[in-house]
């Protein structure tokens, strides 16, 4: 029989109640014929309660616990979603990621998947098994240990399995109904899309539309998993929420699908260094090192054999940024006269797969800006994606200019 993956997250098993519309939902597809295999979340808020006991009993824990305290939400979940569909007639039973077994390396806490055997589950499947509950989040290392995927993981989960199973589809049934133009939060304009890129919700993924974990779409990429995102709140139809799949299957691509935005962000400038070869590594080197993101980087022409260099962060990471320099300075690895550190900036991007073949996007937003009279501090770009730095006070009002400007309420549904 055809696979489906069915993945609820935290607010969607946030209790017995929950659990139980959820396992309806399981039901639903189970009767149409599918074999279900259904990725839970922990309890929404358990997580983070779990996170804050290890924090509190060790700050500077010991991984591996780590991974086996904060694994265990998804386990009560798994088992309470087995429970509530066997009360309701549907063969089911839970597998934490040990059993099954999901493989990862030993990358404890951003554990990597490498490999997920079917035999398992698929040998209950063809025993008359409707319903394979896995717990999310969670793996087993080659050394028997208990790892995690990093916080939003069972996305990833959710992922990997429909493509070990090569299952029709992968529904992530979350609190929001699919993918919007933008935050609807920050204007009432932004449409649900019926279909978005992988590429392009890669793009709105890491840059802050935090629907679905970066690595899930990823993977979905690489191996050409279909993914619905939908919400568990609304009335299930075969057309809910947004389906995000290749482009190729898209007929008509947007210049721009969306525009998304990061909102802590800050913009470092490192005044007069050396103009000489291996400086850029002599910054950005110590920078990786110390865990500080880099994103948008802009060296400016230099005279007398000195130039400035800027580069983007987010504002959490300033103060680490500022001791890997610092600190790069006093061993004398670089020179610079001056670190300035702008905390109060914003980064704004328009994506869309159809600026491919379309030009003079960028000239557009750069012109719906200025008339709006914000100064644009920093620039970047990729084929399918422009961004740009501006003064935080700005920032909602950018979004909603370019939203309009760029039409994207017609995008409706
Ligand atoms: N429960 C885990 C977290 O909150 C994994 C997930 O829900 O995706 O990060
Ligand atoms: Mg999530």
């Known amino acids: 029989m055809p696979v489906l993956v069915m993945k609820f997250g935290g607010t969607s098993v946030a209790n017995l109640d929950r659990i139980?519309?959820?396992?309806?939902?399981?039901?639903?597809?189970?009767?149409k014929g599918y074999d279900v295999i259904v990725i839970v979340s922990a309890m929404s808020g358990k997580t983070n309660e779990l996170v804050g006991w290890v924090d509190e009993v060790s700050p500077l824990h010991d991984a591996r616990e780590y991974d086996a305290i904060v694994s265990s939400g998804e386990n009560v979940t798994a088992g309470l979603m087995a429970l509530t569909l066997q009360e309701m007639n549907v063969e089911a039973r839970s597998w934490q990621g040990w059993q099954v077994p999901l493989k990862t390396n030993s990358t404890h806490s951003a554990a990597r998947i490498d490999d997920i055997p079917t035999d398992n589950i698929s040998a209950k499947f063809a025993d008359g098994m409707r319903v394979a509950v896995v717990a999310g989040f969670q793996g087993v290392s080659p050394e028997n240990r208990i790892t995690t995927l990093g916080r939003g993981g069972s996305d990833t989960t959710a992922v990997a399995f429909a493509a070990a199973f090569d299952a029709v589809r992968c529904d992530i049934y979350t609190d929001v109904d699919g993918v919007y133009t933008t935050d609807p939060r920050i204007t009432d304009k932004a449409r649900k899309l019926d279909k978005i890129a992988f590429e392009e919700m890669l793009e709105l993924a890491s840059l802050g539309a935090k629907v679905l974990q970066t690595r899930s779409v990823e993977l979905a990429m690489r191996f050409n998993v279909k993914l619905r995102v939908l919400s568990s709140f609304e009335e299930q139809s075969d057309s809910a929420g947004t389906l995000v799949c290749a482009e190729e299957e898209i007929m008509e691509q947007n210049v721009v699908s969306g525009i998304a935005y990061s909102r802590d962000e800050a913009k470092?400038?490192?005044?007069?260094?050396?103009?000489?070869?291996?400086?850029?590594?002599a910054i950005f080197v110590p920078l990786s090192e110390a865990g500080v993101n880099?994103?948008?980087?802009?060296?400016?022409?230099?005279?007398?054999?000195?130039?400035?260099?800027?580069?983007?962060c987010p504002v959490d990471q300033v103060a680490r940024a500022q001791k890997a320099l610092s600190d790069a300075k006093d061993s004398g690895d670089i020179n610079f006269h001056d670190l300035i550190a702008d905390t109060d900036v914003s980064k704004v991007s328009a994506v869309g797969i159809g600026m491919r073949s379309q030009s003079g996007v960028a000239a557009k937003m750069f012109k719906v800006l200025s008339d709006e009279g914000v100064n644009i501090k920093v620039i970047a770009t990729s084929e399918i994606k422009i961004s740009v730095l501006i003064d935080r006070k700005y920032m909602e009002l950018a979004v909603q200019s370019l939203h309009d400007a760029f039409e994207l309420e017609k995008l409706a549904t």
Do not use: Y
């Not at 470092?268 to 590594?281: E, K, N, Q």
């Open 20 to 31: 139980r519309r959820a396992a309806k939902r399981v039901g639903v597809e189970v009767a």
């Open 268 to 281: 470092m400038t490192l005044v007069s260094i050396a103009d000489r070869p291996g400086i850029a590594a």
């Open 294 to 312: 880099v994103d948008m980087i802009i060296q400016n022409i230099s005279e007398e054999g000195r130039t400035d260099m800027t580069f983007s």
